[in-house]
């Protein structure tokens, strides 16, 4: 089955940077366009960023654009997100996707 596992989070203090991997199993990861949302206590969540399936076209939200950088190898079956500069709005738990199948998402905390 279609599993998504996040990893890679933790607690930053602002201006710092943090890399979070999702390991895709149950399908043929480079068929599919993947996705970072994150939800922040108290917020809806929300799209982060997307990469198409062959990592040629990528779009960010307005508020990480610059920030973070996303990206994937399809050898091995990997989504990364690459946050830098981050701050303490970026707090939030962070998850990857594809389509309709969510990861359990992993806890990014900013603060000092």
């Known amino acids: 089955q279609v599993q998504l596992v996040e990893s890679g989070g933790g607690l930053v203090q602002p201006g710092g940077s943090l890399t979070l991997s999702c390991s895709a199993s149950g399908f043929t990861f480079g068929n599919y366009r993947m996705s970072w949302y994150r939800q922040s206590p108290g917020k809806e969540r929300a799209f982060v960023a997307v990469?198409?399936?062959?990592?040629?076209?990528?779009n960010y939200a307005g508020d990480v654009k610059g920030r973070f950088i996303i990206s994937r190898d399809n050898s091995k079956d990997m989504l990364y997100l690459q946050m830098t500069n981050l701050r303490p709005e970026d707090t939030a738990v962070y998850y990857c996707r594809r389509g309709e199948r969510w990861g359990q998402g992993i806890l990014v905390t900013v603060t000092s």
């Open positions: 990469i198409s399936a062959d990592s040629r076209e990528t």
